[in-house]
Nanobody, 122 residues
Framework: QVQLVESGGGSVQAGGSLRLSCRVS????????MGWFRQAPGKEREGVAA???????TYADSVKGRFTISQDNAKSTLYLQMNSLEPEDAAMYYC????????????????WGQGTQVTVSS
């Protein structure tokens, strides 16, 4: 059973930054798609950024140029650096693992963390 534990969420003002981390229980990062997703109240879960062992990362249009996904294989940790945060970015953020090349397709991911809350005030 893969376990993913997110951390790094919090409350910031618009324009601020946060870095989310996702610690993975076993060494899968290099063999899976790893992604960050978010869900705001009353909205569907949506893909934010995803990364595979090869190929460029994938980003939702709404976060391109502001968010950066990265991974540290040695630490089995996935990161999401979020800059220039906007109130629209406020949500529960989840990391997930899925089959290779799952990209931002939520339905393909089967392993999820519990989430970390991000609040952005205007």
């Amino acid at each position: 059973q893969v376990q993913l534990v997110e951390s790094g969420g919090g409350s910031v003002q618009a324009g601020g930054s946060l870095r989310l981390s996702c610690r993975v229980s076993i060494y899968i990062i290099s063999r899976y798609s790893m992604g960050w997703f978010r869900q705001a109240p009353g909205k569907e879960r949506e893909g934010v950024a995803a990364i595979d062992s090869d190929g460029p990362p994938t980003y939702a249009d709404s976060v391109k140029g502001r968010f950066t996904i990265s991974q540290d294989n040695a630490k089995s940790t996935l990161y999401l650096q979020m800059n220039s945060l906007e109130p629209e970015d406020a949500a529960m953020y989840y990391c997930a693992a899925g089959p290779a090349w799952s990209r931002l397709r939520v339905a393909l991911y089967s392993n999820w963390g519990q989430g970390t809350q991000v609040t952005v005030s205007s």
